[in-house]
């Protein structure tokens, strides 16, 4: 049909974009190839859909071009989600920074999505990839998993490349070069990192431990949990920071953030003279953890009172300024984003519309638009699915 709009991808910006266009009088069918709409929304959040953030601001968004994801968050906010998510009556609560989940489960966003796209009349295919696409007459021809499909506009809603167990693919990548579309490169982000050799040894044993530090790399820092495990290290801040990260490149990691440990250590000298530096540091953050500091600091048992100031002010230095270098990410089996991906040059920030195929449209994940953890990337969904869908 001519007229009818299809969105390849029955994920958070697809379903978004559905019900969006569907409500202003379009007819929309929604391919997806997993037997289930909305699975990256089912598991996300430990199941409790980290739906949006109050605080969402374009400056929690990575992208070459970075005023690309302004207009669409504007006109459809964190608020615009959290009244949709009122109206349906899911009750919800902020864990942190903004971050807000679901009181019962993501189960809840998923039957939102579908019933407003029941509401609206849009039609679900389940169980049916799409594997490829080419312009035709006025629109596009699709060829489907059941036989070839036509359509007027079509929406490349097919997500990134993390977790392929899950249905990811680079479908959209394909279809936006096929259409002279330019990629930013891609690679795993909102990841733990892997050690190896000589760095993973040096938290053996500890792993499950978790403390709050300040991370930085890339020119970006942020505060939060870092979580040890038996592979690397995990955790808030950690996932964060991936995002910035590039291979070959030290973490800096200060292990007590908010504090002059220089200073702290020349004052406990004075204050508490016969503890040591794994006792100080004890007070501070898990036992295990601060012996480990200690040791590997090579200052784990004489007292305070033993050592010069310059060695304790070295040691504090340290403690601020701690130096790990990953041997690499754990990539998309584990990553909750792919940074990177179809470049926003020639697609139009207002409809989410390519500047060089009339009537295809690029929205969420598969852009070059990534957010900081914390429920940013499913308001990216939102608002560039609900861009396209008034565009459409
Ligand atoms: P998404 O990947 O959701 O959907 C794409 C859909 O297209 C999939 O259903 C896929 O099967 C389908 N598809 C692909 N190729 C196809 C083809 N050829 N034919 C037909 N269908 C095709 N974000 C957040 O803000 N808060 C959170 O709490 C979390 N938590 C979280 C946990 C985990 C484990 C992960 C992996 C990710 C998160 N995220 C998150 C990130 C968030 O899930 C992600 O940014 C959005 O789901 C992206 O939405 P999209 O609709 O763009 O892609």
Redesign the pocket.
Known sequence: MDGEVCI???????LMCAMTAARRGRRVRV????RQ?G???L???GGR???TNLYTAPDNFLSANPHFCKSALARYSQWDFIALVEQHGIAYHEKEAGQLFCDESSKEIVRMLLAECAEAGVEIVTG????AVRASGSGFTLQTARGPLDCGRLVL????L??PK????G?AYEIAQQFGHALEPTRAALVPFTLSGRPLQDWEGLAGLSHPVRVSAGGMSFDGALLLTHRGLSGPAILQISSYWSPGEDLAIDWLPGQDAASALLAAKRGSPAQSLAGWLAAQMPRRLAQRLAELAGAEEAPLAQRRDAELSALGARLNDWRIRPSGTEGYRT???TLGGVSTEAVSSTSMESALQPGLHF????LDVT?HLG???????WASGHAAGQAL
């Open positions: 390849i991808g029955g994920g958070a910006a697809g391919i997806e190839h997993a709409v699975r990256k929304i598991m996300s959040g859909c980290n739906f049916c990839a799409v594997l809603a097919s997500g990134g993390s977790i899950m249905g990811a693919t479908f990553a909750e984003v929205v969420g994940e598969a957010g429920g940013f990337n499913f308001q990216w969904a």
